[in-house]
């Protein structure tokens, strides 16, 4: 059954430095989403990306964030200036409708990131 | 923000009774999604429902969809260990916007 991976499931950084978090979503889909859960708390939605652009992104997702699809398969989450407060689970998801058209977002095992 | 909050946040029954979780918004979804997480992975979709009033059934597991699209609920029927895990759910507003409001999420915990 295809999924959507994602690498590397854990990475550590120093605060301040750059990191970029890959996810392959499944092949046929067209819309990649990130989210983020802290520890304890709930999924967030970070951004959606449909056709080469964001569609919509939330108030956390801010100019030290950004998404791009280089190579027709891999979907990337750059952090450029990590903060502590940005070590949560980084999950990925898939779909290949919009919702309310019987949407199923397909999301991936994650990547734990921890900033010291 | 479109909040969805889940009750109850943590369940404890015995192995073989029923149990049923919900989750209510003051806000209406297009359509609403069950997912199951394991610590340290992903959430593993259940269902989707998109029709108000629309009732699912996966196994012993049953999902409703409020008349108004406001709420849903979940019931588990014979509960078994297998069951245990940590349970969400997410509503997409739709028109355009596709993005996820997850649950505040329950987590149950079956006792053999």
């Known amino acids: 059954e295809p999924e959507v991976t994602q690498t590397p499931s854990h990475q550590v950084t120093q605060m301040g430095q750059e990191v970029i978090l890959r996810c392959v979503p499944i092949?046929?889909?067209?819309?990649f989403y990130w989210y983020r859960q802290i520890l304890g708390q709930k999924v967030e939605f970070l951004v959606s990306f449909y056709n080469n652009e964001i569609s919509e992104k939330s108030e956390i997702f801010d100019d030290q964030f950004s998404v791009e699809r280089p190579d027709g398969s891999n979907f990337t989450l750059k952090i450029r200036s990590t903060k502590l407060e940005d070590s949560a689970m980084y999950f990925c998801a898939s779909s290949d409708r919009l919702a309310g058209e019987k949407e199923t977002q397909y999301f991936g095992p994650g990547t734990r990131l921890l900033v010291l | 923000t479109q909040l969805l909050e889940q009750s109850p946040q943590f369940l404890s029954i015995q192995e073989g009774e029923n149990l049923t979780v919900y989750c209510n918004s003051s806000s209406v979804f297009s359509s609403l999604q069950w997912y199951r997480q394991e610590p340290g992975e992903g959430p593993v979709l259940l269902v989707t429902v998109v029709t108000g009033g629309e009732v699912k059934k996966l196994k012993r597991l049953t999902f409703q969809f409020g008349d108004a699209r406001k709420d849903s609920s979940l019931h588990i029927t014979a509960a078994q260990p297998g069951d245990t895990g940590l349970y969400l759910c997410a509503g997409a507003r739709g028109a355009g916007a596709n993005n996820l409001f997850f649950g505040t999420g329950t987590r149950l915990t079956v006792i053999p």
């Open positions: 092949s046929n889909h067209l819309y």
